[in-house]
């Protein structure tokens, strides 16, 4: 049996590496990297000096989960101040969110994500931008990409925000509204992404010139960039 003693205790790496070869994700040729790498470079002794490369050996990417409650919250919905105030917004009201469930063919991150006690997907506390609106007059000119920045900040120090905003893009038709192909355009610019999957792919397109800018999706979108 093959071990190596350390200081204070001692690694058997035969029994290692068949504990490892259970997961299902790292290939033979891993296996005999992290051998040949413990037997080499004594990597549990307190002396190693720097820490192990990323590349010592390749894992499968884990997605990561969503958190597990032990309870049933109540959802919230409220007045959020943001603190925002700007003349030449026409609109920008916020509202406080939490709990509510992730909706229909929404498939939001798992930072965005809790799971109840009953199993059901729910959404954890966010900044809900429930409406913007920036007058003709000053559109186009970075204003709703600084306020959104700003507002990554506010939702960043909520207490359990964690700088999550979530918004629904949907067109507004009025004569004194500003005239843009569709606001989904303006939203994924700074940082934000649909929900639905399916809508990122068409707005790919959109970007890539296949498909022409009014036909740009709308629906349920996140902030990303957390």
Not at 21 to 46: D, G, H
Not at 55 to 74: G, H, M, R
Not at 192 to 203: L, V
Request: with cysteine; hydrophobic share 35%.
């Amino acid at each position: 049996m093959s071990k190596k003693q350390f200081t204070g205790f001692s690694i058997n790496t035969e029994a290692m590496i068949k504990s490892i070869s259970s997961i299902k994700n790292i290939s033979y040729k891993a296996l005999k990297r992290v051998q040949s790498f413990v037997l080499t470079n004594n990597i549990f002794s307190p002396k190693l000096a720097k820490p192990l490369d990323k590349d010592v050996f390749e894992l499968s990417a884990k997605k990561k989960q969503p958190e597990v409650l032990t309870f049933n919250p109540q959802i919230i919905i409220g007045k959020f101040e943001s603190g925002i105030k700007d003349s030449r917004f026409k609109y920008f009201n916020t509202e406080y969110r939490a709990y509510d469930y992730e909706g229909y063919d929404n498939i939001f991150p798992a930072e965005y994500i809790c799971i109840d006690s009953k199993g059901e997907r729910r959404l954890k506390p966010h900044i809900y931008l429930n409406l913007v609106e920036v007058k003709p007059e000053f559109a186009k000119k970075g204003l709703y990409s600084k306020a959104i920045k700003q507002l990554e900040t506010i939702a960043l120090a909520e207490e359990g925000c964690d700088g999550r905003i979530i918004l629904d893009a949907r067109r507004i038709e009025g004569p004194y509204v500003a005239k843009i192909p569709s606001p989904s355009l303006a939203h994924w610019k700074c940082g934000f992404r649909f929900a639905e999957d399916n809508n990122n792919k068409i707005m790919e397109k959109v970007l890539k010139g296949e498909l022409p800018p009014e036909e740009a999706p709308e629906g349920t979108m996140y902030y990303a960039f957390i």
